[in-house]
């Protein structure tokens, strides 16, 4: 490769890496503004880019959010080093990239092995929020009968676990919120409802009865780990304190209570052994939250195909997922539903917000 072959390539990757940056501030700008404004700075540093995620002509990471890595990591880091994250105390009233920048080019060799040897796996457990209405309509479609429940992508397995948490759901036109789930429980997670009204009960019930719940992701996060919960915690943006609160909440239920199965590898060689220790005549519910977008489109393909599979060897199948493939890039919570092996339902439930602060059901 020549020298200008090489440039050519740099100035490509440096050009990629900074569309995500600012296509990434767009998007959490209601959430963290100060997430937002680091990112658009970040963006328009092509310096910092090349030497933080760049490696022999590639992206560090091809398929990782190099955006989440990187805030991550720092958190990561300044935790490790116990110091206050970087420029956060200088924002709003100062600028915080200096700060934010001098950290990183000091700690540009510890922060790149994070990007190799991490992933980026949140366990977001607000999103619990957004899937009990979904599990009450799949329990409803399944005519009442107890289901069982593999998520993919289940990282530590928190929402696999829904059912210990209590629900607030506060309507803008209904001064009194609907409660529903575990009133006695630690954590009570609280959604906004917009939109028609939710598919759940008026007080706290009964909630849809599950037989068996397994996850399967590439790396299960062991809750007894310190290092993986640090890391775990180290994702949630670092503005959204209560955020962290319900995360720190969660992981204490988990470990009083028995961790769901869990099976560590790709979806595409486990599936099908998971679903094979589940009874056919059993109705099963699959589901994922913000998982198959760091899918290429080959695997999306490939694994819409190894559910449709799925479908053909049972009486009820029941797909929910939480992503943002839409053109428009917006989270929406959908249902797919097989009933012996025929696609009978495939319906968009919601629009959502990514860590469940709101809902508009449809």
């Known amino acids: 490769m020549t020298y200008q072959d090489t440039t050519t390539t740099t100035a490509t990757l440096l050009s990629t890496l900074s569309g995500r940056f600012r296509r990434f501030a767009d998007e959490c700008r209601d959430s963290t503004p100060f997430y937002a404004d680091l990112t658009l700075k970040v963006a328009d540093d092509a310096a910092l880019l090349e030497a933080l995620m760049i490696e022999d002509g590639e992206l560090i990471r091809q398929q990782q959010p190099l955006t989440l890595m990187l805030f991550g990591a720092v958190n990561y880091l300044s935790r490790r080093y116990s110091v206050p994250y970087p420029g956060l105390d200088d924002y709003p009233a100062g600028d915080p990239y200096p700060a934010f920048r001098a950290f990183c080019m000091a700690h540009r060799d510890a922060l790149r092995n994070e990007f190799r040897t991490r992933i980026v796996q949140t366990n977001e457990v607000g999103r619990s929020a957004l899937l009990l209405p979904a599990f009450t309509t799949v329990a409803a479609r399944f005519g009442g009968q107890p289901f069982a429940l593999i998520e993919i992508g289940a990282s530590a ?150 559910i449709a599979a799925q479908a053909r060897l049972r009486e009820h199948l029941a797909h929910v997922s939480i992503e943002w493939l839409n053109p428009a890039g917006l989270p929406e919570l959908r249902l797919a539903r097989y009933q012996h092996s025929v696609l009978v339902e495939d319906t968009l439930l919601a629009q959502v917000d990514y860590h469940g602060r709101w809902m508009t059901w449809l």
């Open 157 to 306: 397995g928190l929402n696999l676990l829904w059912d210990h948490y209590g629900y607030r759901y506060v309507s803008p036109s209904d001064a009194t919120p609907i409660s529903y789930g575990n009133p006695e429980s630690a954590l009570q997670l609280t959604c906004e409802s917009r939109g028609e009204a939710l598919p759940l009960l008026s007080s706290s019930a009964t909630l849809p009865t599950i037989l068996s719940r397994c996850g399967i992701d590439l790396n299960p996060i062991n809750l007894q780990d310190p290092d993986a919960v640090a890391w775990l915690e180290a994702l949630c943006w670092v503005e959204q304190r209560e955020r962290a609160q319900r995360l720190h909440t969660a992981i204490q239920i988990a470990r009083n209570h028995s961790q769901p199965h869990m099976l560590q590898g790709s979806v595409f060689d486990l599936l099908t052994q998971a679903c094979a220790e589940i009874p056919a005549q059993v109705p099963l519910c699959l589901y994922h939250t913000f998982t198959i977008y760091q899918f290429t489109p080959e695997m999306r393909e490939q694994f819409t195909g190894l």
